[in-house]
């Protein structure tokens, strides 16, 4: 019995030692399964918890690098969520487009496609902006490089797009009005992260862990925290719909909509 043993124990550490790509995913999957599991048992329930949670927040992180991979180079949301197509539907043909931090450029070259419309991109990263000009060129679409706290490129504009971008700024009521001042936008789009998107958001808060979608977020939002900014902006919400965890929504600019 005693070779037998010694057998299963020497083969458990050749498994154990061979690279993962190696080993069947079923049995992967199933091992670290079991280990993580094991060690919360081993621990108080809140203690459980942050040690779960800190798996989640990375194997989060490490689905989103894979999600851009499989899409090959343009993350799958785009896609599945179609949030693109709530920006589109709200502009019309040949209206001059401001997209603030534009990314890597696929919202702004949707529009341009779908609504014949005039669009400036501003991002402050070069490596998604050479990518917009590799993947997401068009005629009516120009990219620049620039910080949107310091400045904004020449207006005016009809209508400002921020999509998944207030939430990474401090000061975001001031900001949002020296964005109408500087661009006389008439009406803006804005998406957000909806902090009411699962209970373990406000679990994870209150246990200490980091609860936000990206660690840079200065904030993510209550439908109450949303209408209040916007108010203090001086904004008014003229369309509000909550998707896939997060805010859509379409505002009007009254100091410079003609028809307020």
């Known amino acids: 019995m005693g070779g037998i043993y010694t057998s299963l124990r020497k083969g458990a550490t050749a498994v154990m030692v061979l690279p993962c790509h190696l080993l069947p995913t079923d049995w992967l999957q199933l091992f670290l399964a079991r280990a993580a599991k094991k060690r919360a048992a081993r621990l108080s329930s809140d203690q459980a918890l942050r040690f779960l949670f800190g798996i989640d927040q990375r194997l989060y992180a490490e689905m989103g690098k894979h999600a851009v991979r499989y899409g090959r180079g343009v993350h799958t949301k785009h896609r599945h969520m179609n949030y693109h197509r709530f920006f589109s539907q709200r502009i019309d043909s040949d209206e001059r487009v401001l997209d603030i931090g534009c990314g890597i450029g696929a919202v702004a070259h949707h529009v341009a496609t779908t609504c014949n419309a005039k669009v400036v991109g501003i991002d402050y990263s070069e490596r998604n902006l050479e990518q917009a000009r590799r ?22 504009y009809d209508v400002v797009i921020l999509s998944n971008v207030l939430e990474h700024l401090a000061g975001r009521p001031e900001f949002l009005r020296r964005v109408v001042d500087a661009t006389s ?37 209550t439908l109450e925290s949303f209408h209040e900014e916007m108010r203090e902006a001086g904004l008014l919400v003229r369309h509000i719909e909550v998707r896939w965890g997060e805010i859509w929504s379409e505002l009007k600019c009254p100091s410079h909509d003609a028809s307020h």
């Open 135 to 156: 993947q997401f060129s068009h005629p009516n679409v120009e990219y620049c490089l620039g910080d949107v706290t310091q400045g904004l490129p020449p207006g005016p």
């Open 185 to 221: 936008a008439r009406r803006m789009l804005i998406r957000v992260p909806l902090f009411e998107r699962d209970w373990r958001v406000p679990l994870k808060k209150e246990l200490g862990v980091d609860w936000r979608l990206d660690d840079d977020h200065e904030t993510e939002y």
